[in-house]
């Protein structure tokens, strides 16, 4: 944890504690982006296989980044740009891969805030159309099957998923309303279920970005309240994202965001994910407008009043350390700040974010960074993941069907861990004697 995860992945990887944990039950997935959440070597592997996906190849202009993807018909592309949009089949998969995850080797400036976003900024541009494609969620088929699969494999048991609201949806080459998207969201996360019958599910935060108008947010929550009311069960509240030091702060938005708490519409709201003072004031507006979890929370430790009232309002931090690291603002993860926030009583979850373009899709990698930066014991990491469950919006009933089930769960795994660490330790006696 010490050293750069993006250099280091496959020491995680390899690491016992890592062994250990895999088959870990761990609750409830929080705060993680769309497909983002994804394995996206299967990601690249899915690109290549869909007809009539494009890439554009030439230079960066004010209309198409550099390698971004987009379902084309070849009527629709104008013939000054025929040549810079290429099949994707025509592509390497590791050419492909290489396009939508972040560069593992990088200097020591480019490891520290802000600079790590201007590559992370990059690759939500190239993959925004792919991730408002419905295809990309709907069915057996679809790259969200494969996120729900993985998670479900590594112990999860429910998500709820960050997506941006502002951006137009498509199916694939036209634009459809946001309720399509919903719809299909929700059907795949019910076949899933029904084949998978421990999974409790998973639901929408539906975001504005933080580049927007007052008018637009206003417009993305009056919608987000409207897909509320269509699928209550599907849609878990609302968020504003964007870097934190260079775009608008929250209070910017205030008036905007009072209309989710008259609505009834939740907020999850990313703030303290920086290192500057200036820019921590937005936990303040986060608290003051009523978030219910706060996304990252990285400079909480450092506002000794702001963190007594989360105590007093019992917020949630959504704590993501790989992705902090990844992004700059913890070096050390033994130095993270979760570490002290979590000695303070303040209550945590544990997500990674943007993982899969951090080389990792696996939350496992996030629990062993915290269970060897921070000394966990085995009672803390139990405590953590079971109260996932009580932090989501999945209400008093399901969240106790949850935490009997997670219980049952980790009994069979402390069993089976038991079991397979004695015929190990047997195995070396026996070789010894």
Request: charged letters at 25%; a negative charge; aromatic letters at 14%.
């Amino acid at each position: 944890p010490s050293r750069y995860f993006l250099e280091n992945v496959d020491q995680y990887t390899e690491s016992p504690v890592f062994c250990f944990l895999r088959n870990m039950p761990k609750g409830a997935h929080l705060h993680t982006h769309g497909i983002a959440t994804g394995d996206f070597k299967k990601l690249a592997a899915y690109i290549l296989k869909q007809d009539n996906l494009y890439v554009w190849v030439g230079s960066t202009t004010d209309l198409n980044t550099y390698g971004v993807f987009k379902y084309l018909r070849a009527i629709d592309i104008p013939e000054e740009e025929k040549e810079f949009w290429k099949f994707c089949s025509e592509f390497s998969l590791d050419f492909i891969y290489e396009l939508i995850t972040m560069p593992k080797t990088v200097t020591s400036d480019e490891k520290t805030a802000p600079r790590p976003w201007a590559d992370f900024q990059t690759l939500w541009f190239r993959i925004r159309f792919l991730s408002h494609t419905v295809r990309t969620w709907s069915g057996k088929d679809s790259f969200f099957w494969t996120i729900l699969e993985d998670q479900y494999r590594a112990g999860v048991t429910y998500i709820e998923f960050r997506e941006i609201l502002a951006a137009e949806f498509f199916n694939p080459y036209d634009r459809v309303d946001a309720d399509v998207f919903l719809q299909a969201f929700a059907d795949t996360v019910e076949l899933f279920k029904k084949e998978n019958p421990d999974f409790l599910g998973a639901k929408v935060i539906f975001c504005a970005l933080k580049i927007e108008t007052r008018q637009q947010v206003k417009e993305d929550i009056l919608l987000a309240i409207e897909l509320k009311e269509m699928f209550p069960n599907y849609m878990a509240g609302f968020d504003l994202v964007g870097e934190e030091d260079t775009l608008k702060p929250l209070n910017d938005y205030t008036e905007e965001l009072i209309l989710c708490k008259t609505h009834g519409l939740p907020l999850f709201l990313h703030a303290g994910e920086t290192l500057h003072t200036a820019t921590a004031t937005q936990m303040y507006d986060a608290v003051a407008i009523g978030t219910r979890r706060m996304g990252h929370g990285y400079d909480l430790i450092n506002h000794p009043s702001l963190l007594k009232q989360v105590l007093t309002d019992n917020i949630v931090i959504e704590c993501c350390p790989i992705s902090n690291q990844v992004l700059g603002y913890s070096a050390d993860l033994k130095n993270h700040n979760g570490k002290t926030m979590l000695r303070h009583g303040v209550k945590m979850t544990i997500s990674s974010d943007d993982a899969g373009m951090f080389h990792y899709h696996d939350p496992t990698y996030d629990w062993t960074a915290i269970v060897v930066a921070w000394g966990l014991d085995i009672f803390q990491i139990k405590h953590l993941a079971r109260q996932s469950f009580e932090c989501s919006t999945l209400g008093k009933e399901i969240t106790g069907v949850a935490e009997k089930k997670f219980d049952i769960a980790w009994e069979k795994y402390i069993r089976k861990t038991l079991k397979l660490y004695a015929d190990v330790l047997e195995t070396c006696y026996l070789s010894e004697h």
